[in-house]
């Protein structure tokens, strides 16, 4: 009979899996035919996946007295707030970051030309007086000084750029607007036009105006730029004022609401811009969560045929955990972005680990003869220590991820440690008391697993340690040489500025016809690939070329519309600075897991750890370079995951050597180790193997944005296995001549 204890903890269990569904249901917001939201989603889409803009804008606040520099970010960030709010952009995000940058998240937005209008537009309004003196004029155009005068050039539709000789002072200016709207003009076609209406003292200051210069024109400039210069026809009392200039409908709501909105305190300026649009998003979360599902497929499949009914168990605690990762999104406010279903998939395939970390215990305990109940409970208490390290060093790395990474790439690190965490729940609390429950209810006295080994392995690793440091160190050289030798072209955008382009044809494209747009606006030398399919294609250019660009794909190419599916760009101070952050990550991520694996081992066993994963993290740049994949913040979070994962398996047969040292009286140091390389090699093969299905899923299922990702991780973990056996476990043996018990926490 099943105990009082165990039927709570069953209860207690599906108690949570029916809340995690309760507050991920249901998880995506559902559109009618129109793209309008009819339901909204409980988990939060990152824009890489629905579609948006990122927006970095630098406030420029040097020329600013000291009084107005305290506040001018904060009014900067309320003015664009403002803005955007009339926009109905829903969920909007604009936050300050540090002293002179605001960050602004604008989720559905696609219209990347109006929305960077909105947001960086200074809107600095003047009404300035225009001569009507010819030969002044004239002098102007000549580039000869006009005292009090400026010459300036209005876009006067078909008749071109006209030149205006305009008053450098402005006795009006747009801090007296107190409403802004669009209009509709009663002549003509009904041509929309930007109304106007000021405060007391602006409406006196204009009737003045006005009443004293009639018969001449008066200038309206916005940013510098003359927008219309109508004729006063009579004194306009009243503080009402109308701005004419060929609008569309949106230019002029967009003018009156900047307008209304108040001009920015100080310049602005886009330091970092990234777009993805409606398609792409479309296609990434098509390609992520078919990557998912056929992962998660491949897993539990396997486990089944592998571990028959205790794979059952663990396929429940795997699926609980998923539940568990969405959850926590959904009741956290949490984003799921496209490194996130990344960080889903990986964590499906590790969170297998420590099953069959237990699993291989609970065979070791039953082939001593043991009972299954206490096979269990032994093979539970003696893989425990195993799998906490195994997941914490993992933790770490995810946290400094989070810690110093960006973007899409810190919903990586929170997808990845929430499963983590959930994993320590699931696989060490939950599969145990299925068991229990099983053994009380069911009288289960039996479990079937398969083996991949037959008999213990007497394989001898350590004598082949010579030979594999050797051509490891070989294979990393020509890793860095390879990657020396490509310099700049190694990164991507984010690390060394500029602007990456991606455009979709309807029908195929040749390069040397975009190269000829290119080249027609004076960009003949930029970079020009195809991307997945002979319609789509990645131009990388050092500056922001794209309105110039889609404007003359516009004209050049009319029989061959197009969509931008996303544009990244990044200035170089900001290139440079996430570098530095990117290597910044890495150095303490690699920091980070050498002081915990010191603190549970040795010192010594820290280091070896460490030289291992550093091995890892060189080959998978090495091969990176190799195939001329361009490094980003998404592969820096690869190198992490594969730091973390690397040195995860070098801690369990760690583990197993502390271990060993306690329980084998005879045989040297060489021995214990290569005794718990073999007695771990079944574990270590599964372990990569099954993760290794998630990865491949992601590899070949993942969609374009995600390969160098999934590559990546693809090659770091199949050298991860390599490296635990012939690196990390040899090379403590040349640091212990003597057989020295490592500490036991």
Known sequence: MTNRTTQWKVLGII??????????WPPFATKDNE???????????????????????????????????????DRATIIIRNRIDKLGVGEMSILRQGKEHIIIQLPGVTDRERALSIVSQAAHLEFRLVSDNVEDLKKAIDKQPVEGYEIKYMENGRAGREPLLVAKESPLGGDTIVKAKTDFSSRGFGEPYVSLTFNSKGAQVF?????????????????????????????IPGGQAMIEGNFTVDEANDLSNILESGSLPAPVSVEEERTVGPLLGADSIRDGVRAAIIGTLLVIGFMIFYYRLAGLVANFALILNVLIILACLSLFKGTLTLPGIAGLILTIGMSVDANVLIYERIREELHLGKSLRAAIASGYHRALSAIIDSNLTTIVAAALIFKFGTGPIRGFAVTLTIGLLAN???????????????????????????????????????GKRHICYAASAILIIAGIVLFAMRGEKNFAVDFSGGTLQQYMFDKSVKIDDVRKVLKDIGYGNA???????PKEIIIRTQENISTKLSETFRKEMKDNAFQILRVESVGPAVGKNLRQNALLCLFLGLAGITIYVMFRFDIKYGIAGVIALIHDVFVAIGAMALTHRQFDLTIVAALLTIAGYSINDTVVIYDRIRENLRIVKKGSFSDIVNLSVNQMLGRTILTTGITMLAVVALLVWGGEVLNDFSFCIFVGFLTGVYSTVYIASPMVISWHRKRVVLKTK
């Open 15 to 24: 108690a949570i899996a029916v809340t995690c569904v309760w507050l991920i």
């Open 35 to 73: 793209g309008k939201v009819v339901q909204k989603g409980k988990i939060n889409l990152g824009l890489d996946l629905q579609g948006g803009m990122h927006i970095v804008l630098k406030v420029d606040t040097t020329g600013l007295s000291s009084d107005v520099k305290k506040d001018a970010l």
């Open 207 to 235: 009737a003045d105006l006005t009443a004293a210069n009639i018969g001449k024109r008066l200038a309206i400039v916005l940013d510098g730029k003359v927008v219309s210069a109508p004729v006063i026809r009579s004194a």
């Open 424 to 462: 320590l729940f699931t696989a060490v609390t939950c599969t145990r008391v299925i068991f229990e429950l099983m053994c009380d209810q069911f009288d289960l006295s039996k479990l079937n697993f398969m083996h991949i080994f037959s008999k213990e392995t007497h394989i001898d690793f350590i």
């Open 527 to 533: 970079s020009i690939q195809q991307y997945g399919n």
